[in-house]
Structure formats: structure tokens, C-alpha cells
């Protein structure tokens, strides 16, 4: 059964459809891809799952119970994380108590008390590689960081499902493979990915599976080399020359 | 991260042990200086909950303070209800209206909830204004006589609200130690983003606006036993709100022990002030709130915090910091 | 007839209302920020017109205009040195300034000019005319005359000069009016001078009507907060309307339930209007 699943997944805001009908799922353990061009609906999508926009039809479900008309703190309590695309700290709070939120009230909602708590957002800073700042004002950090920072929050909160937005935009290529295989390691925990990236050999390499958003509808769904090849894909978003680059080999 | 230490521990209780016998050997007018100071310091702190942790700034405690005062008053003149017990119903009152309240208010944000904090305390003011029969309208309220002489009635009141002060300040202590404490600081920080990563806001906005009321409506219970009379011009006054709000910018806003020292410096300033060119006190004041906002609106916790690298241009920064 | 009379009395006085609640609605629409000193500016006003008019015998009418040069003058150095500073901060900031504004204002006029009342008396303050059996004393019904064209000079300055129209810009984008070569500094000066005017043309007028003190601002203030919210702040007939409600409203109450419970019902409506529609009556996102 899938973790999440959506149905006709419908979002307008007045008159502009960002989102059309989208049918998706999202199958447990996987690394789900989601590409497209700027303004076709990506980030809404996380908007919606995440329930920070309500959705104007269709449904959403996540284990099979529907999750479209929760709070964006349910959804949270639910198991359910996201990153921001242009990253949100809490900026008066130290790195740490930024990683503490996520542990004290994501998934084990106030289950695990402050000290628990603690323990759990050190093991994550670990994890990200961020241990040595964890003092630091969040404010002071620097941009690839930042970065890390708020995958720690959304990591802190013990996800069943991940969904990142633009994770690795603005950072430079060798910490792209870093943050690659992070994901890669998170994934290996159990955690269900969901990646938005404009990185394209990125979310190639990264993905099991890619869906691709046009205007807010879905266009094309499949095995990653499957969608690279994909004459829509590559009229609507990768163009001619992006998608002969990374044609496999054994194509040619 | 959740003891202090056994140095800190000793500290304090060598100050409180000071401030105990202090008043046995001064002046009755600087234990009443004193009380005023260990009553802002409730309100200050308490207010501090909703507007420093939590980012709800509310120009409308007052509220709570005046329903405080009149609960206790009305209690312990017409049903000859006991001081204690009278306290602990202006609590529970405080405390009452701030949930109800909170629910819708706590929806709005800045501008709004500055003018609807205000609007709110102001139509208490009105009400209780046109209330006659048992709260007295707008000629007031007299309590009965506190007991003992002089001297003997200053103390009492001293130690009880040095005691409100010391309450207030565990409370506060341990407010920002447990999770609701961190809830409140993401409230603050980035609201939507609290709610994603699973904060119920508003539970928390509530929780935090109800206790902000809560030891402002004891002190205010306390402030009409000391005084002996009370009107609703005097306890559900705009000043009283406003002081809560610039003691905290003073001192600094959001910080355990700014409350404190901007009630402290407030309070100290207002009586040389008064007794001293009682004509210009409003007048100064007003300059030192201009030059508090414009020059350290993150209050002297911080000045104390960048003393090592401190010059000149901290001030002109923040002056310049929110122009056009 | 009695009450028609009073109801009449409360329209009069209802143009200097939407005058004042005009010229706060004016600053907060625009520059976003809260004046909790306009009632000081109010009474900045009133006082000039009652030194102009009693040190240099110019009839209170002919002040009018020099207070509101005078009170024009005074908001934009306010603006330019002090308010400025504070334009991007948080609510909180610019109302606890503005509060802090406030206390200086009204306590350096105590200090200087204690707290008696003063009055302006002029040969003709008691003459009135009568339209049918009801009583229009003059002062009143010029003063109402007055606050009505002023109104209408302000709605055509708004949106028929290019000043007018380079406030609007600022109002709607910042950055593109910038872009766009508005001097932004000047017309935040400009905006917060033509407010603290509008106060002070008004103080002027109430002057004239009736005796004054330095505290005679604060009640202005709530005044204004209620009339900005209930019409709506980006538009020039909400405060219009609403001051004259007011003024009717405000007689009408005196005379039904007493002067209390005013207060009351225009706080309350006050805190509803926020929770359920703070775009008011008639307001708009702009001008």
C-alpha cells in the first residue's frame, strides 16, 4: 500500500489552477523524485500534503486516512516533515533549540521530555554534520549550513515521510554529493523520501521512481531514465541537449 | 540545562534572605517604593510571557490587573470573603477571561491585536465605569482597612509582593525550560513553521496569554487591599499597560531577568521623578521611551551581552536599523 | 424636535471628527504606523489657533489656515526625526514610540500652560440662524462647512495631483515606487505633516467651539482608532462617514442612555470589527 497517496488533487487560488487533478503515490521506502519547470506546482504539493494550504478537491491520504482537511500540526504529529525552499530558522533560537522543536513535538509529540529531547536533536546535528556549531546563533550560519539546519528540524521530528524542497539549490557540487548521501542514508533508516530538485543528475541519481509536474498537472511518471526520455519531459522542462547527456550508455 | 547551579542557588538566597530583612531598617516610604517595584515586576514578567516569549505583544493587560483588583475588592467588602481566598478568585478570574479572550484575539496578529488588546481593556474600563451598585462605578471602591499600624501594614504588603515576585519569576524560570517554553519561542520566531513541525499554536498562544494573566490579577487583588481604594480609571489604565510593555523593551524583551531590571529602573526613575519635578515626570518619561526604542529596543540584557564590543555606533545602528 | 436639534448639533460636530479620524487613517493607510500621539497633535493645534487668535486679535477663521502651515511644519520635522526611525519596525515598536511621543507632547503643554481650560471668545460666538424651527449657530456651521471642503480638498490632492499620486504608489509598492523615482523619505515627511495638519486644523476648530486643556487630546485617539477601523483604512469617505456617525451617534447616545455607555458600545464594536472584518466598511487594500 502506498504511504501517501493522492487523488484528483485539486488546488486553485482564485481563478490560477496550481495544482490540476494530480493523481500520485508514494510507496513506502522509496525515494520519490518530483521535477518540473518554476511554477508548475511543486512546492504547492508540499503545501498541500503538509497541510499548510487546504486543497480545493480531491483527497489526500497518508497510511489510507485521509490528511487534506488537517491542521499542518496534525499532519506533523502524524509523521509527516518538510523542508522550506528558502529556509526558516528560528532565528532567535540557538542551532540546537531549532533541532529541539523537531524533537519535542514532531512525530512523538511531547512524548520524550526536554533532556530526551536534547539527546535526540545532538544525535541529529550529528548526523548532518553540524555537532560543532550547535551553540551557534542560527542566524550566523552560512548558506549550505543553513541548509543542513533545516533538514535537521524536519529529521529531528522522527519522519515517517520526508518531503524536501530545493535542498540542494545554491549549494556547490561537492556539497551536493554530500547532501546526496545523506539522503541516501536517511532513506537506508526507513524514512520515505519525497525530493523536489531542480538538480537534475541529482535527482536522477538520488530517485527510485520520478514524477514530473507541467501547469500543475502531472505529465509523466516513471523509472528515471524512463522519464528522461520522455518527449514531454524534455519539450516541457529538460531539453534536447540536457537529455542526451544523460541518455545511459547502453542507449546510444 | 534544567539546574542551576549550587553557586546561583546560594546567590539567590543570600538576595532573598537581603531583601527579607531589609525593610526593618528603613523608612516606610522606600518599603512602599520597594512594593511598587516587586508589583511591576510581576506585571512586567507576566506580560513578558505573552509579548516576549511568545511575540503576542498585548497593550491590554491592564485587563487583568483591574479585573484582579475588583474581584478581590468586591469579594472581601460584600461577601467579607478572606484576603487569601479572595487572591485565589482574582486568579481564577484572571485567568478565565484571558482563555475566553484569547481564543478569538489571539487570531490577530501586530497592529490589530494592539488595538484589540486595547479596545478590550478600554470597554472594561467603560464597563466597570457605568457598573453602579456593588463595584461602586466610577466613584470607586473602598476595601476594608487592612489590620495594624502603619508601619505593621507596609511590611505586610512588602513581603507579599516580594513573595508575588519570586512566584512570578519561578514561573517564568520554568515556563522557558519546558516545552511549552521552546513552543512559545517558535510561535515567535516563525509561526507557520512552529505549526509544520507540529506545534498546537494555539493552545500555546492561549496558554501563554493566560498565564500572563494570571499573577497580574493576584497583584492587582493585593494592589486594592494596599491602597484601600480603587477606580476603574486608576486599574484598567492604558499606563499601567504601556509601563508593562516599555519596563520589558528596557530591560530586555523575551530575557528571564529584563523585566526585572526594567521594572527596577522604571520604577526608581518614576519616584525621583514625582518627588523631585513632579510637573515634567510625564514629560521625561515620554523622552526616555523615545530614546529607549530608538536606541536599545532590545533592552540593557543585551547592552550587558555586547558590553565587550560596545561603542557608539550599537545605538546608531538601531537607529537606523528600522528607517525607511 | 428636540431631538432632531441634537441629532443636527452631533452632524456639526461630526465634521471635525472625520477631519481628525481622517488625517490618523491618513498616516496609518499609508505609512502604517499607529500615531497614538494624533489627539496630541489635535491639541498642538487647538492651542496655536487660541495663542494666534487671542495674542494678535486675527479672528479665529483667518488662524485656521496659519495652524495648519504651523502644525504641517511640526509633523514633518516629527516625521523626519523621530517617526522616520521607526517606519519598518514592528507594531509594537512604533506604538509604544508614539505612545512615549504622546506623554512628552502632552506634558511639556501642561507644564507650560497648566491645566486650566481656555476658551476663545469671538463678538459673533453666540449668533446663530434658524432653518425652520432649528438652531444653527454660525461658528458651527462654518466649522462644519470647513471639515466638509477639506475632505473634498484632500480626496482631490490624493488623487489628483502627482504627490497625491506618488503617496498612493508608496502605499501600494515601496521598492517600485522607489524604482520609480518617488523620493519616498519626502513623502513619508509629506504624509505625516498633512496628518498632524488635519489634527491641528481640527484642534483649531474645537478650539473655537469649545474651551480646551492639554489633555484634550486622548479621547480624539480612541475616536480615531474606532472611525479608521469601522470605515476602512485606505479610503477618504470611511473617515468621512464615520466621523459624522460618530458625532451623530455620540449626541444621539448622550441624549438616550447617557453619556457612559458610548465608551462601551464603541469599544466593543470596535474589537468585533478587528476579529471579523478588519478591512472595515468601506476600506480598501489602497487608495
Known sequence: ??????????????????????????????????????????????????????????????????????????????????????????????????????????????????????????????????????????????????????????????????????????????????????????????????????????????????????HGEKIAEGLPHEIVRSARVIEAYLGKEYAKAYQEPSDA | MTRISVGKSIFFLIVICLLGVFPLGVGVSIIRLLTSIFMYTVLSQSWNIIGGYTGYISFGNALFFGLGAYTTGVLMLHLHTPFVLSLLASAAVAFGVAFLIGIPILRLKGHYLAVATFGVAEAMREVFNNLRGFSGGGEGLSFPLPPGDIRMVSYQFYYLMLLAAILTMIMAYHVTRRPAGYAMAAIRDDEDVANVMGIHTTKYKILAFC?????????????????????????????????????????????????????????????????????????????????????????????????KKLSFSYFLENIRKYQA | MVFVQILLDGLLLGGVYAVIALGFSLVWGIMNIINVSHGAFVMLGAYATYWITTSSGLDPFMALPITMLIMFIVGGIVQRFIINYVIRAPAYI?????????????????????????????????????????????????????????????HLFITRTKTGAAIRATR?????????????????????????????????????????????????????????????LGSMAGPLIGGLIFGLIEALGSFLIGTGFKGIIAFTLLVIILLVRPSGILGREYY
Open chain 3, 94 to 154: 512604533t506604538i509604544t514610540l508614539t505612545f512615549g511621543l504622546e506623554l512628552l507632547i502632552v506634558n511639556l503643554a501642561l507644564g507650560a500652560w497648566t491645566a486650566n481650560f481656555r476658551s476663545i471668545t469671538v463678538s459673533y460666538s453666540g449668533a446663530r440662524f434658524f432653518v425652520g424651527p432649528f438652531l444653527f449657530p454660525y461658528t458651527r456651521f462654518f466649522i462644519f462647512v470647513s471639515a466638509l471642503v477639506l475632505t473634498g480638498l484632500m
Open chain 1, 1 to 214: 500500500m502506498a504511504i501517501l497517496q493522492g487523488n484528483k488533487v485539486t488546488k486553485n487560488f482564485g481563478g490560477l489552477y496550481a495544482l490540476s487533478n494530480v493523481d500520485f503515490e508514494i510507496r513506502p521506502g522509496e525515494i520519490l523524485g518530483l521535477i518540473g519547470p518554476n511554477g508548475s506546482g511543486k512546492t504547492t504539493l508540499i503545501n498541500v500534503i503538509s497541510g499548510f494550504y487546504p486543497i480545493s478537491s480531491g483527497e489526500i491520504l497518508f497510511k489510507g486516512y485521509p490528511i487534506h482537511s488537517l491542521k499542518p500540526y496534525r499532519v506533523a504529529n502524524l509523521g509527516i516533515a518538510r523542508t522550506f525552499q528558502v529556509v526558516r530558522p528560528f532565528v532567535q533560537l540557538r542551532v540546537i533549540e531549532n533541532v529541539l522543536v523537531g524533537a519535542l513535538f514532531g512525530k512523538n509529540n511531547l512524548q520524550a521530555g526536554v533532556k530526551e529531547s536534547f539527546r535526540r536533536a545532538r544525535q541529529v546535528l550529528d548526523l548532518v554534520g553540524l555537532s560543532d556549531k550547535m551553540d551557534f546563533p542560527s542566524g550566523s550560519l552560512t548558506l549550505a549550513d543553513r541548509k543542513k539546519l533545516e533538514l535537521a528540524k524536519a529529521l529531528a521530528m522522527e519522519p515517517e515521510l520526508l518531503l524536501l524542497d530545493e535542498v540542494m539549490a545554491g549549494l556547490t557540487f561537492k556539497e551536493i554529493e554530500e547532501t546526496m548521501d545523506l539522503i541516501r542514508r536517511i532513506n537506508a533508516t526507513g524514512v520515505t523520501i519525497l525530493v523536489i530538485e531542480h538538480v537534475i543528475h541529482a535527482v536522477l541519481n538520488l530517485s527510485h521512481r520520478i514524477f514530473v509536474l507541467h
Open chain 2, 211 to 307: 498565564l500572563s494573566a494570571l499573577f497580574t490579577g493576584v497583584v492587582g487583588g493585593i494592589f486594592g487591599y494596599w491602597v484601600t481604594f480603587i477606580e476603574p480609571n486608576n486599574v484598567f489604565s492604558i499606563q499601567i499597560s504601556v509601563m508593562m510593555v516599555i519596563m520589558v523593551l528596557l530591560g530586555g524583551i523575551g530575557t528571564l531577568w529584563g523585566p526585572v531590571i526594567g521594572a527596577f529602573i522604571l520604577e526608581i526613575l518614576s519616584d525621583l521623578l514625582i518627588s523631585r519635578v513632579v510637573e515634567y515626570h510625564g514629560a521625561v518619561l515620554g523622552f526616555i521611551i523615545i530614546v529607549v526604542v530608538l536606541a536599545a529596543p532590545r533592552g540593557i540584557m543585551e547592552i550587558i551581552k555586547e558590553r
Open chain 3, 172 to 232: 501600494m509598492d515601496l521598492e517600485s515606487a522607489r524604482l520609480n523615482g518617488v523620493n519616498v523619505r519626502r513623502i513619508y515627511i509629506i504624509t505625516f505633516g498633512v496628518g498632524a495638519a488635519l489634527a491641528g486644523v481640527a484642534g483649531g476648530m474645537i478650539a473655537i467651539t469649545y474651551p480646551i486643556s492639554p489633555q484634550m487630546g486622548f479621547s480624539y485617539l480612541a475616536m480615531s482608532f474606532i472611525i479608521a477601523v469601522l470605515g476602512g
